[in-house]
């Protein structure tokens, strides 16, 4: 007996295949939403069971979870929810009881205490069983729809997050009367730009969003208010957190010393309000800024926009989105105005046909008829002379229908009634068939309606702005003190032995010099090694544009050099050698200065060593003589001879006295 062959030649193969297909499964049947409605298989599957049980009244979601069981094959927590998001979007469904709270991060009461319904904007823009393309349910007993007929960009408005095998989908929320005045210019061939607009409100900068593409982001901030003094309080938070998120973050912050608070107050109900109390002598802006640097008060928002579109899918802008959903609706309109015209003809041909069989009495051309035969015959040739007032030809079932009229209805023919009403088909006729020249129109139209009728309270809650990264180093509470242990050459906030040196935080940089002439920035940290028998140690401040003047030994016996330099951009962790680099090296003089006249001003007197021949041993030297360079300058020389020592020259001092 033969054996087939082995499907797969290798272990390896048969996992290659089997992973395949569980991504490409996750990717289109779970995870990513649908370019053409903008829905997720699960959220499809609820809208469609919805409608399904829908008869005005709310239904119970238990029940709503259990019909859609019918058709999506992953289990009642899931679909439950799904349907829970779907309806904290206030869009498609109608909610009524507790569905939770996205301020707060609070959940839903159980699906068997909630109710739900879809809403008015819902069956208006989502369902047409007409324009349904329907596919067999995963079981085969029933059927569902391809994707929904959905008539208005529905992803852009609902935004969708969903992770799948190897790609993510991230689309934000856009606001409601926004992208209709967008689909009007798309049809209208005008500029336009999508921006998100959140829920939650707050403030966001969006000027590297990218158009939703992979790569982009968009910052947005909580909404800070100054209260009163020493009170700030948050009434509106970044899109993808919550209050009590919020909340922690602060604390965490708090107790890290990267901010000074009194306590913190959460009142959110229906609207975010936490209440910020600040210590005495704190200055609100700084403690704002603060707040947005080191807490979820501000948040970085990566989009990527990920639809499936044919077949598979694809990164698709949402400009691109917006157009191609535009021009979806546009052809759903014209296909649904195409099968009302024929509805419209064909009720047209029949009243006119039953008007012409009851006014002309043809149905009295049956009564010696004995088969029925005859009887459809006796009809067709009563109905010859008028056929030319019909516009298409009659059909034997055409004839059917006639002798199915009741003889109630034929004694109480109203013929007035029966043309006004083929006169009202006749202009609906009319009206479609100049809707369908006028398609575009239409469409604009059809976008306009919708933001008359639904616009109403979807006004734009994110304020669009621009404002530049708070730089953290600048807002962090200097809550710790820095100490040197100069015999050991240590410095940290943990010696607290030692000799304090200045007040700084957790986040700060030291600047450390040594004696043979070397300078690295390290972070500050509790207890942190500078060098033995440090030169300088001090906090780095990146807002000071400090002059470092300098006069050192190059190497044991060589000559004498100085230089000014400015620190310029350094790498922590990186030692610098502010000498030519010889060994032996030694820093003879050091002194900081905050400008570049008060470095300018210094005036030494170099102190040589006696030698045969040298009458004057006390050289000065000005500093002003030398330019600012870079801090990998070798400096200029002073003296090739050796010296004694080096000190400041007096006030009053006169080089020329003496000289």
């Not at 499907?7 to 490409?24: N, P, R, T, V």
């Not at 979601?61 to 927590?77: E, I, L």
């Not at 030692?575 to 003879?588: A, C, F, H, I, Q």
Request: proline share 4%; aromatic share 8%.
């Amino acid at each position: 007996m033969s054996q087939e062959p082995d499907q797969h030649a290798s272990l390896g193969g048969m996992y290659s295949d089997y992973f395949l297909d569980y991504a490409s499964y996750v990717i289109l049947e779970r995870a990513v939403p649908h370019l053409l409605d903008g829905l997720k298989p699960v959220q499809r599957r609820i809208l469609h069971s919805m409608k399904e049980l829908d008869d005005g009244r709310y239904n119970k979601v238990a029940n709503v979870v259990g019909n859609t069981m019918k058709y999506h094959p992953h289990g009642d927590q899931a679909i439950g929810d799904a349907m829970v998001q779907l309806g904290q979007k206030d869009l498609l469904i109608d909610c009524q009881g507790n569905w939770g709270n996205t301020l707060t991060g609070d959940g839903a009461a159980a699906s068997r205490y909630i109710e739900a319904r879809l809403t008015k904007f819902a069956l208006e823009i989502t369902f047409n069983p007409k324009t349904t393309q329907w596919t067999p349910s995963y079981d085969g007993r029933n059927k569902e729809p391809l994707t929904l007929p959905v008539k208005f960009p529905l992803l852009l408005a609902q935004g969708v997050e969903g992770i799948a095998v190897g790609l993510a989908c991230k689309m934000l929320p856009h606001n409601f009367n926004e992208l209709l005045d967008a689909a009007v210019c798309v049809l209208r061939d005008q500029p336009f730009e999508l921006l998100p607009d959140f829920p939650t409100g707050g403030i966001m900068d969006a000027s590297d969003y990218r158009d939703g593409l992979r790569g982009g982001k968009i910052r947005v901030r909580g909404k800070i208010d100054l209260d009163k003094k020493g009170l700030l309080r948050i009434t509106e938070i970044p899109f993808g957190t919550t209050t009590g998120n919020v909340m922690d973050s602060i604390v965490a912050a708090a107790d890290k010393g990267k901010i000074k608070i009194a306590r913190i107050e959460d009142n959110t109900a229906e609207h975010a309000d936490i209440l910020v109390h600040l210590p005495a002598g704190a200055d609100p802006e700084t403690s704002r800024d603060a707040l947005y640097a080191f807490t979820d008060c501000e948040l970085s928002i990566s989009p990527n926009a990920c639809v499936i579109a044919d077949g598979k899918p694809q990164f698709i802008g949402v400009s691109e989105i917006l157009k191609r959903n535009v021009h979806q609706t546009r052809e759903l309109l014209k296909t649904e105005l195409e099968i009302r015209l024929g509805e419209l003809a064909e009720k047209w041909h029949f009243s006119s046909l039953e008007k012409i069989f009851i006014e002309n009495r043809i149905y009295r051309d049956i009564e010696e008829c004995t088969t029925w035969e005859a009887v459809i015959k006796a009809i067709d040739d009563g109905l010859k002379p008028f056929k030319k007032l019909l516009k298409r030809e009659v059909t034997e079932d055409d004839i059917v229908r006639l002798t199915e009229i009741k003889i109630k209805r034929i004694s109480k023919f109203d013929s007035f009634k029966a043309d006004e009403e083929i006169k009202s088909l006749e202009k609906d006729i009319e009206e479609t068939e100049k809707n369908l020249r006028n398609l575009t129109k239409f469409t604009i139209r059809w976008f306009e309606e919708l933001k008359k009728k639904y616009g109403a309270g979807r006004e734009r809650r994110t304020i669009v702005s621009s404002f530049e990264k708070v730089d953290r180093t600048q807002v962090v509470a200097a809550t710790e003190t820095l100490y040197l242990d100069r015999k050991n050459g240590f410095a940290g906030y943990g010696l607290k032995k030692e000799e304090p040196l200045e007040k700084c935080s957790t986040l700060d940089d030291l600047v450390t010099f040594t004696q043979d002439g070397k300078m690295r920035v390290v972070k500050v940290a509790d207890k942190v090694f500078v060098g033995q028998k440090p030169l300088h140690v001090a906090i780095l401040r990146k807002d000071e544009d400090l002059v470092y003047s300098m006069m050192y030994r190059d190497g044991k016996d060589g000559a004498i050099l100085a230089k000014r330099f400015k620190l310029g951009g350094i790498t922590r962790d990186k030692e610098y050698d502010l000498t030519k680099g010889t060994p032996g090296s030694r820093v003879l003089y050091f002194a900081i200065h905050k400008t570049e006249e008060e470095s300018a001003g210094q005036m030494l007197l170099v102190h040589l060593k006696a030698a045969l021949r040298m009458r004057n041993l006390i050289r000065p030297f000005h500093f002003a003589e030398i330019a600012i360079k870079g801090r990998s300058s070798g400096g200029n020389v002073v003296t090739k001879h050796g010296i004694e020592k080096i000190v400041r020259a007096p006030k009053d001092y006169d080089p020329n006295v003496g000289a």
